[in-house]
């Protein structure tokens, strides 16, 4: 089965830290552009951040810049997401998908395919 494999979520307190992982399972991603979106209770899916195929370019949501990071690891199939200075407002499911590489990185308008199930981030106190 062709998808992604999201770990790394769990609780957080405001302005901590947690590094999520996205692992290719079936499939290479070398060849695909992979975003992170995530989904809020009672919110429409939300994309956060972007990492393209080809030269690692990053785009991010603005309410994210500064804070989270992208980054890819082709030789061990994965892209993670470094999110730091969590606020309350980041508590969702997050969840990774791919494009192929001669797109954009539009994280609204491409066909995004091979959702994972997603994992939760809590961010309390």
């Known amino acids: 089965q062709l998808q992604f494999v999201e770990s790394g979520g769990g609780l957080a307190q405001p302005g901590g830290s947690l590094r999520l992982s996205c692992a290719a399972s079936g499939f290479t991603l070398e060849n695909f552009n992979i975003g992170w979106f995530r989904q809020a209770p009672g919110k429409e899916r939300e994309g956060v951040s972007c990492?393209?195929?080809?030269?690692?370019?990053?785009y991010y949501t603005d309410s994210v810049k500064g804070r989270f990071t992208i980054s890819r690891d082709n030789a061990k199939n994965t892209v993670y997401l470094q999110m730091n200075s969590l606020k309350p407002e980041d508590t969702a499911v997050y969840s990774c998908?791919?494009?192929?590489?001669?797109?954009?990185?539009?994280?609204?308008?491409?066909?995004?395919?091979?959702w994972g199930q997603g994992t939760q981030v809590t961010v309390s106190s």
């Open positions: 998908a791919s494009v192929g590489y001669w797109r954009s990185c539009d994280l609204d308008k491409n066909p995004w395919a091979r």
């Open positions: 990492i393209t195929s080809r030269h690692g370019s990053t």
